[in-house]
């Protein structure tokens, strides 16, 4: 079955640390997309990154980036010198079909 | 562009009532989705749509139901609500299906069931 597992229910940092959210995932799919998105305090959901399963080149995006590894079936998420802003519940998700599956969510709170 | 907007943004039923949750687009797209948030459990698919006149079930439908008549607009009601229904609720729109295109989200409508 589609599964997405975020383990970290909870991680606290002080500003300016790294901090890496872990995603394992699930799928009996050959070809899927994986995404993140980030949900700060206001509620609203706001979309982060999408990935193909056949694109195992890390990225980069400003303090952000994300290592895919299909071999471990993970795709992680590190934030680089954290800062408060940064605070949220973050959420991968995994493509199934035309749907989404999405994790738990790890709540990152950043302390000034 | 106004996104996906959602109405209400809160609301309070009593066990056995019905009510209507509007979701509407305004990018034009194809796929339209409902989800309900719950501690610890993330977003949940209840139903969603692939196109006008369309709907299909989600992980949890039970208790719900959906309309699209039009393209830009998706309705989930509640024909009687229960307090397992307390959660927030996300509507989602998106041009195509997952693998092609990632999902926009509407601020969220939060229900609370006595």
């Known amino acids: 079955a589609q599964k997405v597992t975020q383990a970290q229910t909870e991680i606290s940092v002080v500003e300016k640390e790294d901090v890496t959210l872990d995603c394992v995932y699930e799928?009996?799919?050959?070809?899927?997309?994986l995404f993140w998105y980030k949900q700060p305090p206001s509620g609203e959901l706001v979309f982060l990154i999408r990935?193909?399963?056949?694109?195992?080149q890390n990225e980069i995006s400003g303090r952000y980036s994300w290592n895919f590894q299909k071999s471990t079936s993970s795709f992680n998420f590190t934030i680089t010198a954290s800062q408060v802003v940064d605070s949220a519940v973050y959420f991968c998700?995994?493509?199934?079909?035309?749907?989404?599956?999405f994790g738990q969510g790890t709540t990152l709170q950043v302390k000034p | 562009n106004a996104g996906v907007t959602q109405t209400p943004k809160f609301r309070v039923l009593k066990t056995g009532q019905s009510m209507t949750l509007l979701c509407a687009q305004d990018?034009?797209?194809?796929?339209m989705y409902w989800y309900r948030q719950d501690p610890g459990m993330g977003l949940r698919l209840i139903h969603y749509?692939?196109?006008?006149?369309?709907?299909a079930k989600g992980e949890v439908p039970d208790g719900y139901n959906v309309s699209r008549l039009k393209k830009q607009n998706f309705l989930l009601g509640l024909e009687s609500a229960a307090p397992s229904q307390t959660s927030v609720y996300f509507c989602?729109?998106?041009?195509?299906?997952?693998?092609?295109?990632?999902?926009?989200f509407g601020p969220g409508t939060r229900l609370t069931v006595t």
């Open positions: 799928t009996r799919d050959t070809t899927y997309y």
């Open positions: 989602a729109s998106s041009p195509g299906g997952a693998l092609d295109y990632e999902q926009y």
């Open positions: 998700a995994l493509s199934d079909g035309g749907k989404l599956i």
């Open positions: 749509s692939v196109g006008e006149g369309t709907t």
């Open positions: 990018m034009n797209h194809e796929y």
């Open positions: 990935r193909n399963s056949f694109d195992e």
